[in-house]
């Protein structure tokens, strides 16, 4: 209590003549505010572990303001000066650091009145006669009658919403009323047009998740057929060319300067010579079916990665588009193997 007695007024109490206390008088450095009467109740009403709490906090925030003085008093330290409130102590809980920063945002005139009530306080809980308001005489005592007085437990005391109260009411001490812990019966409460808007958008958003999953399993069967349809040619292809080679390989070879000549418009090619022309002219290469197939499936792989985040469903029609033009390109590879397979 010292070193908050000194903050106020400069002075220290003397203990060699028992005065351990020394607490400023309101009236003569600051007017007694109505709306504090409250918060003093509340204050003597804390137990004594939350009530030395509060008193090291609010001892912290002398030095720091203090501190912040001569730092603002000394212009070759204006570097060191922004000091805002009371750094974070990670040994301490959340809501105490906050209140404990929120000190910082005290008036010197709120600051002062808080330090005189903690003083005012610490000097009753210390008082022997606030303790034990009659003390009996010896006569009058019985050995039924307990030793000591009752002291009142933890439970008679205030807790941790009524200290984040007290701070809260003397931060605003022009306001009319304390701050209090808004209850939980108060909150606004949605209304049920909002709730039904609510539910209508819940569950189109959830049809729409059904659908394009249903689209990506139905484009994951198409890629499938497509590249079962692309072994299927492929293997047709390469019997057809081993056919051909066979046929032609089998055929006698003529000797084009003893035939006859005939117009040019009149030559006719063989029909398996053209429809190995085709084959031969229209069927890609391995590699660039394997690619397109493989660009296919990582356009749906897209599209189901993008359904798996609520924050990007957005992007489902591109990722739609992007599949149906690598399926497009798959398909422009064939078109004449399509035709000769047709004509078949």
Same mark, same amino acid.
Request: one cysteine or more.
């Given at each position: 209590?010292?070193?908050?007695?000194?903050?106020?007024?400069r002075r220290r109490p003397d203990h060699n003549n028992g005065q351990h206390f020394l607490v400023p008088e309101i009236a003569d450095c600051l007017e007694t505010p109505q709306l504090t009467k409250e918060a003093r109740s509340k204050l003597q009403q804390l137990s004594n572990t939350l009530f030395e709490d509060l008193a090291m906090d609010v001892y912290d925030e002398v030095d720091r303001r203090e501190i912040e003085a001569i730092w603002l008093a000394n212009p070759t330290s204006m570097e060191h000066?922004?000091?805002?409130?009371?750094?974070?102590?990670?040994?301490?809980?959340?809501?105490?650091?906050?209140? !404990?920063?929120?000190?910082?945002?005290?008036?010197?005139?709120?600051?002062?009145?808080?330090?005189?009530?903690?003083?005012?306080?610490?000097? +009753?809980?210390?008082?022997?006669? @606030?303790?034990?308001?009659?003390?009996?005489?010896?006569?009058?005592?019985?050995?039924?009658?307990?030793?000591?007085?009752?002291?009142?437990?933890?439970?008679?005391?205030?807790?941790?919403?009524?200290?984040?109260?007290?701070?809260?009411?003397?931060?605003?001490?022009?306001?009319?009323?304390?701050?209090?812990?808004?209850?939980?019966?108060?909150?606004?409460?949605?209304?049920?047009?909002?709730?039904?808007?609510?539910?209508?958008?819940?569950?189109?958003?959830?049809?729409?998740?059904?659908?394009?999953?249903?689209?990506?399993?139905?484009?994951?069967?198409?890629?499938?057929?497509?590249? !079962?349809?692309?072994? #299927?040619?492929?293997?047709?292809?390469?019997?057809?060319?081993?056919?051909?080679?066979? @046929?032609?390989?089998?055929?006698?070879?003529?000797?084009?300067?003893?035939?006859?000549? +005939?117009?040019?418009?009149?030559?006719?090619?063989? @029909?398996?010579?053209?429809?190995?022309?085709?084959?031969?002219?229209?069927?890609?290469?391995?590699?660039?079916?394997?690619?397109?197939?493989?660009?296919?499936?990582? !356009?749906?792989? #897209?599209?189901?990665?993008?359904?798996?985040?609520?924050?990007?469903?957005?992007?489902?029609?591109?990722?739609? #588009?992007?599949?149906?033009?690598?399926?497009? @390109?798959?398909?422009?590879?064939?078109?004449?193997?399509?035709?000769?397979?047709?004509?078949?």
């Amino acid at each position: 209590p010292d070193r908050l007695t000194y903050f106020l007024c400069r002075r220290r109490p003397d203990h060699n003549n028992g005065q351990h206390f020394l607490v400023p008088e309101i009236a003569d450095c600051l007017e007694t505010p109505q709306l504090t009467k409250e918060a003093r109740s509340k204050l003597q009403q804390l137990s004594n572990t939350l009530f030395e709490d509060l008193a090291m906090d609010v001892y912290d925030e002398v030095d720091r303001r203090e501190i912040e003085a001569i730092w603002l008093a000394n212009p070759t330290s204006m570097e060191h000066s922004s000091v805002p409130f009371l750094p974070v102590n990670p040994d301490l809980s959340t809501m105490r650091n906050q209140g !404990r920063q929120k000190l910082a945002r005290f008036s010197p005139r709120e600051f002062a009145s808080l330090v005189i009530d903690i003083l005012t306080d610490a000097k +009753r809980r210390q008082s022997p006669a @606030e303790r034990l308001s009659v003390r009996p005489s010896l006569k009058d005592t019985s050995d039924d009658e307990p030793l000591y007085d009752s002291v009142a437990s933890d439970e008679d005391y205030a807790t941790a919403e009524q200290i984040a109260a007290l701070v809260a009411q003397n931060l605003k001490g022009g306001e009319k009323s304390v701050a209090a812990p808004v209850p939980t019966a108060s909150r606004a409460e949605v209304t049920p047009s909002v709730e039904e808007e609510l539910r209508s958008r819940l569950s189109a958003s959830q049809l729409r998740i059904v659908q394009l999953a249903a689209e990506v399993h139905r484009l994951n069967l198409k890629v499938e057929e497509m590249t !079962r349809e692309n072994q #299927e040619l492929r293997t047709a292809v390469q019997h057809n060319s081993m056919a051909v080679t066979s @046929e032609t390989e089998t055929e006698p070879v003529l000797d084009v300067r003893t035939l006859p000549q +005939r117009p040019v418009s009149m030559y006719e090619t063989r @029909e398996s010579l053209r429809a190995q022309a085709a084959l031969s002219g229209a069927m890609p290469q391995s590699e660039e079916v394997v690619r397109r197939t493989d660009q296919v499936t990582k !356009r749906i792989q #897209e599209l189901w990665a993008t359904m798996q985040s609520p924050d990007t469903r957005h992007a489902f029609v591109p990722c739609a #588009e992007r599949i149906r033009v690598a399926v497009a @390109e798959l398909t422009a590879i064939f078109p004449q193997v399509q035709l000769f397979l047709e004509r078949q």
